[in-house]
Structure formats: C-alpha cells, structure tokens
C-alpha cells in the first residue's frame, strides 16, 4: 500500500522554509558585495600606487599623484631609494555595511628613477 497525501499537511512549509533560508541569502549577497567592493577598491588602490611610482621616478610629487587616483580615506607611503621609488596604498573596506570591522586592501608598485633625476 502506498502512502497517500491528505490536503493541507504541508500547508506553511513555504513560508517555514523561507523564513529559514532568506536571512543566509541575504548574507551571502552582501558577502557578495562586499568582496566586489573590496577587488574595485583593491584596484584603485594599484592604479594609485602605480601613478605614484611613476610619478616620482621622474622626479615628480608622487604623493599629489597618488591621491588624485587613491579611494577615500587611502593611505599613501612613498619609499625612495637610491635606484627606485616604492609606493604602497592601503585603503579601508567596509565589511557587509559600516558599523563592522574593516579590512585593508593594499596597493604596491615599483618604478626605476630616470637617469636624470639619479644623478
């Protein structure tokens, strides 16, 4: 003999279900989110570093450079040595909305100075 549904035993199964698995959804989009702002942010912070570099290879202010292209709130750090300029951006990322711990992404970029500016 088979086992027979009767209407209505499974009424609200819906409504239990999704009640149950909307709130892990709606986590994993904003976990979503926030590493798609966190690879753009990482990004920026490469494009910046790598201006900076460039920019005080040829003897240029490096940390004016950095800033036109670094996100908000980065922080810029210039190292020039006697053959090359070492530029690092970091910035905050906001983890799932902002009233949560940040992590730091970070930019680094290397440039040889012109002969020009060596001497």
Same mark, same amino acid.
């Given at each position: 003999?088979?086992?027979?549904?009767?209407?209505?035993?499974?009424? =609200?199964?819906?409504?239990? +279900?999704?009640?149950?698995?909307?709130? @892990?959804? *709606?986590?994993?989009?904003? @976990?979503?989110?926030?590493?798609?702002?966190?690879?753009?942010?990482?990004?920026?912070?490469? #494009?910046?570093?790598?201006?900076?570099?460039?920019?005080?290879?040829?003897?240029?202010?490096?940390? @004016?450079?950095?800033?036109?292209?670094?996100?908000?709130?980065?922080?810029?750090?210039? +190292?020039?040595?006697?053959?090359?300029?070492?530029?690092?951006?970091?910035?905050?990322?906001?983890?799932? =909305?902002?009233?949560?711990?940040?992590?730091?992404?970070?930019?680094?970029?290397?440039?040889?100075?012109?002969? #020009?500016? *060596?001497?």
């Amino acid at each position: 003999m088979t086992g027979r549904r009767w209407p209505g035993r499974d009424r =609200g199964s819906f409504t239990a +279900e999704l009640a149950a698995g909307l709130p @892990a959804l *709606i986590l994993l989009l904003l @976990a979503g989110l926030t590493a798609a702002v966190a690879v753009a942010t990482k990004g920026q912070c490469l #494009d910046a570093a790598r201006e900076a570099a460039l920019a005080g290879a040829r003897g240029d202010p490096a940390v @004016a450079a950095a800033r036109r292209m670094a996100p908000t709130g980065a922080d810029v750090r210039i +190292e020039v040595g006697e053959d090359s300029v070492v530029a690092v951006v970091r910035a905050p990322v906001s983890l799932l =909305g902002a009233h949560l711990p940040t992590i730091t992404v970070t930019g680094r970029a290397v440039a040889a100075r012109e002969p #020009d500016v *060596i001497d």
